[in-house]
């Protein structure tokens, strides 16, 4: 009898598996950003440099692991597309399926497993970027193993904490705002809980602390090694994406602006905003009546809280939901790894659940071919998945993935892109540069650096930059004629840091005065000297 209940369970289990796979794979698609690395893999891979523009030295990888992992799948087929849809369903579903083991093991594990099943198949942040050719399932797969180790045990050895290290610094080298979820629940298990043997369980004590300084370094040491690779290669610690997209000079107030767009706008397409909301109050509340014995739940939540406000100041993004999707699969996790008993205050959960069944409603009500464009945010997964997955090419009349392959094969065999048309939106664009570096500055080290043209319906990655005058005629004729003085002398020196010998003395002298910010003044007057945040002018791109 026992056998075949347990044989129930798991086909149950096998059933919501498959089911949310297939909704995954229903969904599959390919975004415009994921060009930006593969167009890096592709140099890599031809000897011209991990850098989208052979000849300059730029990272535009802000999820640099993400894309050598792509680069190590380019190695053995050489389509960027299919590999990164591979990996992108391997992780998620390896990720699914720890999720999956841990509501196995829970007592009320038949609600819990339709809950979830429920809640994924109708995600739409989850089934946009479980695929999508971005980051986000090695981070769920990630995020997924790391809270297997943290709550595997209440003290940690000295290999355990080397794990939360490594998984902490994996993360970080995957997307490095993402390490801030876990990076209180770190902290914590290397200050607090770490046991020499079983023993020796006391709490905090310095001499412990400095025995596993050593551990953390080396757990994180990938990332540390990244961050000076990227120092020394590209002369930056940061991506040049990052630096386009924040270093604009418009007022935070505008960013918190946007940042509370990208939260309402998320919310309206997709429950998830408003249930993470719900769930961080239903752990804190629960958590409360023993605060020592659940420190590890809050401090989780407590991270969780930190990126919130951050994807809040960063003006969140252009992609609904996507930043979401990381914290949204924290919080189902960790409900699932926790043993906390769960608590209601019907004072402050009730209006939520209202407001969530509201907000549910709202997403079935909506026709899927809306598309948001207050401040540049869109659906991404409404407006691009008919032109860059499997769906849309069947609608169209094709067999699957006949657009891409098109464009893909004509691109990799003859470097034609005359078959661009054949599937418009797919972020073709990013592999010619043109537009990525002229247009956003995405691709360009020196506009990246100075502050963007404000207007009123600004959003974030998509900020213009004025041409310096003479800037156009350096970039093609490889002289330096930029007609500002200071500025001439700055880029000089950028210049020769991201294109020179890497291992020339010089370069390396310039290259740690650069970034110790010797040349800023120069930078800096340039920029006070003139209006580059008023639209018009003749250094306008036309």
Same mark, same amino acid.
């Given at each position: 009898?026992?056998?075949?209940?347990?044989?129930?369970?798991?086909?149950?289990?096998?059933?919501?598996?498959?089911?949310?796979?297939?909704?995954?794979?229903? +969904?599959?698609?390919?975004?415009?950003?994921?060009?930006?690395? $593969?167009?890096?893999?592709?140099?890599?891979?031809?000897?011209?440099?991990?850098?989208?523009?052979?000849?300059?030295?730029?990272?535009?990888?802000?999820?640099?692991? @993400?894309?050598?992992?792509?680069?190590?799948?380019?190695?053995? @087929?050489? =389509?960027?597309?299919?590999?990164?849809?591979?990996?992108?369903?391997?992780?998620?579903?390896?990720?699914?399926? /720890? %999720?999956?083991?841990?509501?196995?093991?829970?007592?009320?594990?038949?609600?819990?497993?339709?809950?979830?099943?429920?809640?994924?198949?109708?995600?739409?942040?989850?089934?946009?970027?479980?695929?999508?050719?971005?980051?986000?399932?090695?981070?769920?797969?990630l995020s997924a193993l790391y809270l297997e180790?943290?709550?595997?045990?209440?003290?940690?050895?000295?290999?355990?904490?080397?794990?939360?290290?490594?998984?902490?610094?994996?993360?970080?080298?995957?997307?490095?705002?993402?390490?801030?979820?876990?990076?209180?629940?770190?902290?914590?298990?290397?200050?607090?809980?770490?046991?020499?043997?079983?023993?020796?369980?006391?709490?905090?004590? @310095?001499?412990?602390?400095?025995?596993?300084i050593p551990v953390a370094l080396v757990g994180?040491?990938?990332?540390?090694?990244?961050?000076?690779?990227?120092?020394?290669?590209?002369?930056?610690?940061?991506?040049?994406?990052?630096?386009?997209?924040? =270093?604009?000079?418009?007022?935070?107030?505008?960013?918190?602006?946007?940042?509370?767009?990208?939260?309402?706008?998320?919310?309206?397409?997709?429950?998830?905003?408003?249930?993470?909301?719900?769930?961080?109050?239903?752990?804190?509340?629960?958590?409360?009546?023993?605060?020592?014995?659940?420190?590890?739940?809050?401090?989780?939540?407590?991270?969780?809280?930190?990126? %919130?406000?951050?994807?809040? $100041?960063?003006?969140?993004?252009?992609?609904?939901?996507?930043?979401?999707?990381?914290?949204? @699969?924290?919080?189902?996790?960790?409900? =699932?790894?926790?043993?906390?008993t769960i608590n209601f205050n019907k004072h402050?959960?009730?209006?939520?659940?209202?407001?969530?069944?509201?907000?549910?409603?709202?997403? /079935?009500?909506?026709?899927?071919? /809306?598309? /948001?464009?207050?401040? =540049?945010?869109?659906?991404?997964?409404?407006?691009? +998945?008919?032109?860059?997955?499997?769906?849309?090419?069947?609608?169209?009349?094709?067999?699957?993935?006949?657009?891409?392959?098109?464009?893909?094969?004509?691109?990799?065999?003859?470097?034609?892109?005359?078959?661009?048309?054949?599937?418009?939106?797919?972020?073709?664009?990013?592999?010619?540069?043109?537009?990525?570096?002229?247009?956003?500055?995405?691709?360009?080290?020196?506009?990246?650096?100075?502050?963007?043209?404000?207007?009123?319906?600004?959003?974030?990655?998509?900020?213009?930059?004025?041409?310096?005058?003479?800037?156009?005629?350096?970039?093609?004729?490889?002289?330096?004629?930029?007609?500002?003085?200071?500025?001439?002398?700055?880029?000089?020196?950028?210049?020769?840091?991201?294109?020179?010998? %890497?291992?020339?003395?010089?370069?390396?002298?310039?290259?740690?005065?650069?970034?110790?910010?010797?040349?800023?003044?120069?930078?800096?007057?340039?920029?006070?000297?003139?209006? %580059?945040?008023?639209?018009?002018?003749?250094?306008?791109?036309?």
């Open positions: 009898m026992y056998e075949s209940l347990n044989n129930k369970k798991k086909l149950l289990f096998i059933s919501a598996f498959i089911l949310i796979f297939l909704r995954i794979l229903s +969904y599959a698609w390919c975004s415009d950003d994921a060009f930006h690395i $593969y167009i890096m893999a592709k140099n890599l891979l031809s000897g011209s440099g991990f850098t989208p523009t052979p000849g300059l030295r730029v990272n535009v990888a802000t999820c640099p692991l @993400w894309a050598l992992i792509v680069t190590f799948g380019m190695l053995f @087929w050489n =389509n960027p597309y299919a590999i990164g849809m591979i990996f992108n369903l391997l992780f998620s579903g390896i990720a699914l399926f /720890i %999720l999956f083991k841990s509501i196995y093991k829970k007592e009320n594990w038949f609600l819990i497993l339709v809950v979830v099943t429920t809640t994924l198949c109708f995600s739409k942040t989850y089934l946009s970027f479980t695929t999508s050719g971005l980051e986000n399932a090695l981070i769920l797969l180790v943290l709550f595997k045990n209440e003290y940690f050895s000295k290999m355990e904490l080397f794990k939360i290290a490594l998984l902490e610094g994996l993360i970080a080298f995957t997307r490095m705002d993402c390490a801030l979820i876990f990076a209180f629940t770190s902290a914590y298990a290397f200050l607090f809980k770490y046991k020499k043997d079983d023993s020796d369980a006391s709490g905090f004590l @310095w001499k412990k602390m400095v025995s596993v994180l040491s990938p990332f540390l090694f990244w961050e000076l690779f990227s120092l020394f290669y590209y002369g930056s610690f940061v991506p040049n994406t990052a630096l386009a997209k924040l =270093n604009t000079g418009f007022p935070l107030n505008e960013y918190f602006v946007r940042g509370m767009w990208y939260f309402i706008l998320s919310a309206v397409f997709d429950v998830i905003v408003l249930g993470q909301i719900f769930v961080i109050l239903v752990i804190w509340e629960s958590a409360k009546f023993n605060r020592q014995k659940y420190i590890k739940e809050r401090l989780v939540l407590t991270g969780t809280i930190f990126y %919130l406000f951050y994807i809040l $100041y960063i003006g969140g993004d252009f992609m609904l939901g996507r930043h979401f999707l990381s914290t949204f @699969w924290t919080l189902i996790l960790l409900i =699932n790894k926790s043993q906390i402050i959960f009730i209006p939520i659940i209202l407001l969530a069944a509201g907000v549910f409603l709202l997403n /079935i009500l909506i026709s899927s071919k /809306i598309t /948001i464009k207050q401040h =540049n945010l869109s659906n991404i997964l409404i407006s691009s +998945y008919q032109k860059s997955g499997w769906r849309g090419d069947i609608q169209k009349g094709r067999y699957p993935f006949t657009g891409l392959k098109i464009v893909l094969l004509n691109y990799f065999k003859n470097g034609d892109f005359r078959s661009i048309e054949a599937c418009p939106g797919i972020g073709i664009q990013y592999f010619l540069g043109n537009e990525a570096m002229y247009e956003y500055r995405l691709y360009d080290p020196l506009l990246s650096r100075l502050p963007a043209i404000h207007h009123d319906n600004w959003g974030v990655g998509f900020m213009v930059r004025k041409i310096p005058n003479g800037y156009y005629e350096t970039l093609f004729l490889h002289e330096n004629y930029i007609a500002d003085k200071n500025l001439a002398l700055y880029y000089s020196k950028l210049k020769f840091v991201i294109s020179g010998d %890497l291992f020339d003395l010089k370069r390396i002298k310039a290259l740690l005065v650069l970034t110790m910010g010797g040349y800023n003044d120069k930078l800096f007057q340039y920029i006070n000297d003139n209006d %580059l945040t008023t639209p018009g002018g003749s250094e306008d791109l036309p």
